[in-house]
């Protein structure tokens, strides 16, 4: 009698078929997903998101943003979320989080989400349908599913600051970028968003429309402007999005206006300096002129 087992051959065929459906299961468990305690809730409420498969250690912003949807994304960028209610939240070392959002009326109308978004590194993004009640509700716009743009190439920032950035005046380049379409139809005055973030802060969006037509197959080299406000200085992200969807980043390393603490500094020795010497002519003028001043005086009387 052997001592080898016989495994069933039934057995063999099972683990099989089952290995590639473990091999999906793993990774679609890695991909960022966010559930709520609530698919419904009104203005004063809250809701928990709870949030599996993020990087971990991650740190995250949670916002209830407008005009929205888990397939289209959020169109309009954080301009469409109501940002002052907005959520910071760490995912922990398995990249899992839960935590309470308030529920507050986004600027735009509903169909709305639960946008939660990387804050720092890689770019990760996630989307849960939610209903604000009492909210408008209107149809998102509609969506030419024909053309799409893609980055070809690495995105640049063309300038450098002058003598007016150095006083404080608002830093500005040229977001330069060429794109492609990928689709089957035309994109005739296609409207960018251009996004600026500092820190952990969100990116505040601003529309701007490239006059022109890109056929299917073509590319096209844009040039977008970019500002800051006055005084802006420290390490900046630069985000393009177009569709909903972010097309690339550039980072942007504002230096500090020195000139202005230049200014400060000189008003800070100047002034106390000048003050003193006005002083000091006063003094002069009344202080007495010594013992024959007196005599006058003295006479006078």
């Known amino acids: 009698m052997s001592g080898k087992v016989r495994v069933p051959a039934v057995l063999v065929v099972l683990a099989l078929a089952l290995f590639p459906l473990v091999g999906t299961t793993a990774s679609a468990a890695d991909k960022p997903a966010v559930e709520l305690s609530r698919s419904q809730a009104g203005t004063g409420g809250s809701i928990t ?21 888990t397939d289209r994304g959020v169109i309009g960028g954080t301009n469409s979320c109501a940002n002052a209610d907005g959520r910071a939240v760490t995912a922990d070392a398995k990249g899992r989080f839960s935590k309470k959002l308030p529920v507050s009326e986004p600027p735009v109308p509903c169909p709305c989400v639960v946008h939660v978004a990387t804050v720092t590194g890689e770019k990760a993004e996630a989307d849960a349908a939610f209903l604000v009640a009492g909210h408008d509700v209107e149809p998102l716009p509609k969506q030419d599913s024909g053309g799409r743009l893609s980055v070809l190439t690495d995105t640049r920032l063309d300038g450098s600051g002058g003598l007016l950035t150095w006083f404080g005046a608002p830093p500005s380049r040229t977001l330069v970028f060429t794109v492609g379409n990928v689709g089957t139809a035309p994109v005739k005055d296609p409207v960018f968003q251009v996004g600026t973030s500092h820190g952990v802060f969100a990116p505040q969006w601003e529309e701007q429309q490239w006059r022109g037509t890109i056929g299917p197959g073509k590319k096209a080299r844009i040039s977008l402007p970019v500002e800051l406000t006055a005084g802006a200085h ?8 177009f569709g909903g969807k972010v097309l690339a ?15 400060w500094i000189l008003v800070c020795a100047v002034v106390p300096a000048a003050l003193f010497r006005i002083g000091m002519a006063v003094v ?18």
């Open 249 to 263: 980043e550039q980072p942007w390393g504002v230096g500090r206006p020195w000139g202005v603490t230049l200014f």
């Open 49 to 69: 998101v709870n949030g599996t498969g993020w990087r971990a250690n991650a740190l995250l912003m949670m916002l209830i943003c407008g005009r929205s949807s």
């Open 234 to 241: 420290g390490d900046y992200t630069v985000s393009l999005k």
């Open 284 to 301: 002069d003028r009344i202080r007495p002129r010594g013992p024959a001043g007196r005599v006058r005086r003295f006479g006078a009387g």
